[in-house]
């Protein structure tokens, strides 16, 4: 018979706590010692694998030079100025919609970008470079039982400090995104617009691609799915409103007039906001915050009256932009209560929310004044002049309108009322530079020294308004 070798559980039984002692002392090296060996492991494979290959030859990719093109130097602004022309300058554009303005108007296509590649370099992995990968895995191996107790501790620090740097960066590179998103959209929608000059149905366009944005993420579980009662739906309604008078309003702007002039006239958004604020809501601000209105009216009246492209649809159509978009505040800030309504409903999903509903109340407004038929006579025509790019500066509008809103909540979430006051001036400052380079607007010197004032008046406005409220 064969003999069956004893058991070693008797001499644990027999000597309990060595037997915990060795166990746990057995866990507590295997657990630490994961995280130091793991690493070892894969350059010790990764050693192996020079070594097999150590004969044969492999070819790594170089640097791959990227020639300028107007649609990388767009957010610069230079470069697209090139591409745009006296030709198209915006104080020429008609004043109203349709068939007529489109036979009117004047487009130059951006050119096409282009890319140069550079040769591919041919690298060889030698004996040297092998035998150095195997000397450091055999070297990590080695310092890895030593260092197995401190592993978890490190991996810890060393967590919480990519977490730490994240959160450093994170308000900068929001803010830097809804810079160039708010910058491309204004762009682009411009381009848009002259190309196919039917602001109601640019405007209806760029609020439904939204719908190609949050639907996936609400199908896919990527972001929760709001719910809304139907008298919650309609409590919410008037902030739509608000949403598409806002949204509406910006776009017939900056088809009737120049880009760099429209939000000049939007940086007069303070006054409205003000007068809504004393007639719905009674509230009486201090002596200076009413004071600091006084640059911003001053200084969008001179350079209204010294603006070479101003008519009155663009003005309008910009303080229209500005009464939305007050009201909507005053609206939220009365009825709602300024909480949440719903269930799910962060910022994000509100803004989702009233962009569907502004877009089911735009769809027969916009087919009222414009009309289906005209709309997609004129989108064939300007198909067939720009092609491919009218497409692109269809979809760029429309992808840059709603990125710059979503993150613009993220970024001003993430900031104090100063720096939002700051950020939100300064924001409005690169636009109008950046809209006068591109479209290589005429400007004069009483319009520049207008448009200062009344941003540096925006500015002095949210600053009093954060200090006396």
């Known amino acids: 018979l064969t003999r069956v070798p004893p058991s070693p559980r008797p001499f644990l039984a027999a000597c309990p706590d060595d037997s915990m002692a060795l166990r746990t002392g057995a866990r507590r090296a295997l657990r630490h010692g994961k995280s130091a060996l793991l690493p070892a492991l894969v350059v010790g494979l990764c050693a192996a694998?020079?070594?097999?290959?150590?004969?044969?030859?492999f070819s790594l990719p170089s640097a791959w030079q990227q020639a300028a093109s107007p649609k990388g130097a767009v957010l610069s602004g230079v470069g697209a100025a090139s591409s745009v022309g006296p030709a198209a300058t915006l104080h020429q554009a008609p004043l109203v919609g349709g068939p007529t303005a489109f036979a009117g108007s004047k487009r130059v296509l951006p050119q096409e970008a282009g890319y140069v590649s550079g040769g591919d370099e041919q690298s060889r992995a030698t004996d040297g470079v092998s035998l150095a990968l195997a000397a450091a895995g055999a070297a990590a191996a080695m310092q890895a039982a030593t260092t197995a107790r401190r592993a978890t501790a490190e991996v810890t620090e060393e967590a919480k400090e990519e977490v730490g740097t994240f959160?450093?960066?994170?308000?900068?590179?929001?803010?830097?995104?809804?810079?160039?998103?708010?910058i491309g959209y204004n762009i682009y929608n411009k381009k848009a617009l002259i190309a196919y000059p039917y602001p109601w149905a640019c405007a209806l366009w760029q609020m439904a691609f939204g719908w190609l944005i949050f639907v996936p993420l609400w199908l896919f579980g990527i972001r929760k799915v709001p719910s809304l009662t139907v008298k919650q739906a309609v409590t919410l309604s008037p902030s739509a409103l608000g949403h598409l008078a806002t949204h509406v309003g910006a776009v017939v702007a900056f088809f009737a007039g120049a880009v760099s002039f429209g939000h000049i006239v939007k940086a007069s958004e303070p006054v409205v906001s003000s007068l809504l604020n004393f007639v719905f809501m009674g509230e009486v601000l201090k002596w200076p915050v009413y004071a600091s209105l006084l640059p911003i009216i001053g200084g969008v009246g001179l350079a209204s009256a010294s603006e070479m492209s101003f008519n009155w649809l663009c003005f309008g159509a910009a303080m229209g932009s500005n009464l939305g978009s007050a009201a909507r505040a005053v609206y939220s800030k009365k009825v709602m209560g300024g909480g949440s309504i719903g269930k799910n409903m962060d910022s994000a999903n509100v803004y989702a929310v009233l962009t569907i509903m502004a877009t089911f109340m735009l769809i027969p407004i916009s087919f009222a004044i414009e009309g289906p038929s005209a709309m997609l006579k004129g989108f064939n025509a300007a198909y067939a002049k720009g092609g491919v790019q009218f497409l692109l500066q269809m979809v760029y509008s429309g992808f840059f309108y709603y990125m710059y809103n979503e993150v613009a909540f993220l970024a001003l979430g993430k900031l104090d009322p100063v720096s939002h006051a700051v950020s939100n001036t300064m924001k409005r400052v690169v636009i109008i530079i950046t809209s006068v380079i591109v479209f290589r607007t005429a400007v004069t010197p009483l319009g520049i020294a207008g448009s200062s004032i009344a941003i540096?008046?925006?500015?002095?406005?949210?600053?009093?308004?954060?200090?006396?409220?």
């Open 167 to 182: 959160e450093k960066y994170r308000v900068p590179m929001y803010i830097a995104l809804w810079y160039a998103f708010n």
């Open 49 to 57: 694998a020079f070594l097999s290959l150590s004969s044969s030859s």
């Open 456 to 469: 540096f008046g925006t500015l002095l406005y949210s600053l009093a308004k954060n200090k006396f409220k």
